[in-house]
């Protein structure tokens, strides 16, 4: 009677455990596929390795442009900016929020690395939750958790560019 009890219990974790795996397995598939390829070693196929040590590693340049004006932005080298550099071109309507902030939710997931930031800073791109692309105008506090995207090179002007209102963002490499 013991073993047929041991017996169900083997077979109930092992379900348990083997489809818990499957889902993390189906998980990280998902964002595999959303991320390009790079060299096991991190350097690029010119081998040149982006790995800086000052915190601030970053993948490229993408331009930014909202009514005509063009912004150039360093994407984060992490997953969730290569992520979203793998989708460009992207045009996104986004809609205003506080009085700081443009906001979109994409229609897809991206990779999340979300940390509180504390401060936001002009300019900052940052994807809140998987989906909710950010771009901030203003500089503040903020107890919240983003996952950074990048950040525009020099965000002087950004906020009378994208005014007050809802605005058509582009973003391109």
Known sequence: MMRLIYGILAAVLF?????????????????????????????????????????????????????????????????????????????????????????????????????RPGTIQTGDLMLYGSSCVTLFYETFSSGYNYTRLGRINNPEGLAAVVGRGDVSVSFTD
Do not use: R
């Open 15 to 115: 379900s348990f455990t083997t489809n818990a795996l499957v889902a993390c397995a189906d998980e990280n598939s998902m964002t595999e596929a959303l991320l390009p390829s790079s060299n096991e070693d991190g350097n690029d196929d010119e081998g040149n390795n982006d790995n800086g040590n000052d915190g601030e590693s970053m993948e490229g340049n993408i331009t930014i442009i909202i009514n005509s004006t063009t912004f150039t932005a360093i994407l984060e080298d992490n997953a969730s900016g290569q992520a979203f550099a793998a989708m460009l071109p992207l045009a996104l309507d986004m809609s205003e929020m506080n009085g700081n902030e443009k906001y979109c939710y994409l229609d897809v997931s991206l990779p999340t690395e979300s940390y």
